[in-house]
């Protein structure tokens, strides 16, 4: 690993790859963890020492003792969540104020920020795009269109910015006919005493922070949210998120050079899911995509939503690995696939027009998916320690992959706890 690099983590799918589980177990290799764009509405689930912790805007690295954590600029934080979810670790016997600091531009998810989200998604009608109704997209808009809230913010006259911003926001769910307030004043009461809560932590500017740290020679780890098919940019849009969930996101989110990032761990499962509304070409609707279903657990760790579910596609994972500049992938969620006769992966699309690609085309929503099938494994592989015990089904599987998308997957998970990852030579 070298000195004064960043290594990146990012899903290179539609999110819920289980990044939370790999934060966990590269974190022992690092002295920093970061967060670089995304707000609550992405989880990620860690198990060790039979606890369950869902991460909502708090890097993973913090269960790891010593470790700075960092919130970067490009992340939208909700205070009330962020309260919850840091008092929970806390109860857990996290000592947080120590280990985590706040990115003083990162912007503030304001209780109308949600009301927006809910007016705008009603406005679309079928053309819903399934978000999680966390204020996520609103709080971006406002951040692009240079009326943001930001966490440095709270420093200086706080009152008078929240309520300068809350006007604006009541004058445009009027403006939409909005008049479902339900519950708003509680909500607002709890945000506010998130407020408090914050000013408990510190606020820094990450950018210096982190380039401090890599010139003293510590090693970083960003963590990206989400995955690359929800990138606003490259995602399948307008099915995405409203930030970079690439690579490059990383840069802008904590404010460093492109020359800083070292290697660039891609994370994706051996099959495929998605949450929410937008085209997926490989999904299945039989019992196959059921049956992924229920041996994955494929329901979201924040919203509980049923996820859907398919076969690996290689054309989408392809164009990721190539958007996101992946050096090393990293394959979860191999055991789910333990019992099924054959396999299959999505080798090219045929478009509309008959023809076949092996490009990520511009429009995904008519595309037919070209399978090659592969034997299965039919074995239980959760209990492997080394890779030396993986049945020669699953290896042929590996590297078959591998070829398709030249890129090495250096490790590989066979179970939902720490120990069921295998790191390989």
């Avoid at 857990?92 to 927006?116: C, D």
């Avoid at 010139?215 to 949210?225: P, V």
Wanted: aromatic share 10%; charged share 30%; glycine share 12%.
């Amino acid at each position: 690993m070298n000195t004064g690099k960043v290594d990146v983590l990012l899903g290179l799918q539609w999110g819920d790859e289980g990044k939370g589980k790999v934060v966990d177990v590269l974190t022992p290799r690092y002295d920093v963890v970061a967060r670089f764009q995304g707000g609550p509405n992405a989880g990620h689930t860690l198990e060790f020492e039979d606890q369950k912790y869902v991460l909502r805007s708090i890097p993973s690295g913090i269960f790891q003792g010593g470790k700075v954590n960092i919130i970067g600029n490009g992340v939208v934080l909700a205070p009330d969540l962020f309260m919850g979810e840091a008092k929970d670790l806390e109860k857990s016997g996290h000592p947080l104020k120590e280990r985590l600091k706040i990115s003083k531009k990162a912007h503030l998810i304001m209780p109308t920020h949600r009301i927006l989200d809910r007016a705008y998604e009603a406005a679309k009608g079928k053309n819903k795009v399934g978000t999680t109704g966390k204020g996520i997209g609103p709080t971006y808009t406002d951040k692009v269109s240079r009326n943001g809230l930001r966490v440095g913010d709270i420093l200086s006259d706080f009152d008078r910015k929240y309520s300068e911003h809350k006007e604006r926001h009541m004058k445009m769910l009027a403006a939409l006919g909005w008049t479902d307030f339900e519950g708003f004043e509680e909500t607002e009461k709890l945000w506010m005493e998130g407020i408090e809560y914050m000013k408990g932590f510190q606020f820094v500017d990450s950018e210096h922070e982190i380039n401090n740290l890599l010139r003293s020679g510590k090693n970083i780890l960003c963590e990206g949210a989400q995955g690359t098919m929800l990138d606003v940019d490259f995602g399948s849009y307008p099915f995405v998120t409203s930030s970079n969930t690439i690579c490059a996101g990383a840069c802008t989110g904590l404010g460093i050079g492109p020359n800083k990032v070292g290697n660039v761990y891609g994370i994706m499962k051996a099959y495929c899911t998605r949450v929410g509304a937008g085209p997926f070409p490989t999904e299945l609707f039989d019992e196959t995509g059921k049956k992924i279903r229920d041996l994955g657990h494929e329901y979201g760790a924040v919203t509980g939503r049923e996820r859907r579910c398919g076969w690996i596609d290689l054309v989408q994972l392809r164009y990721s690995v190539m958007v996101d500049g992946v050096t090393e992938l990293i394959m979860m969620k191999s055991d789910v696939l333990d019992s099924f006769e054959t396999i299959k992966a999505c080798v090219a699309y045929e478009l509309p027009d008959g023809t076949r690609t092996e490009e990520f085309p511009y429009e995904i929503d008519d595309v037919k998916p070209i399978y090659k099938e592969l034997p299965g494994w039919k074995q239980d592989m959760t209990k492997c320690k080394s890779e030396d015990e993986f049945p020669q089904a699953f290896r042929d599987y590996v590297s078959f992959l591998e070829q398709y998308l030249e890129t090495r997957i250096g490790i590989i998970s066979i179970g939902p706890d720490r120990e069921q990852t295998i790191v390989r030579k």
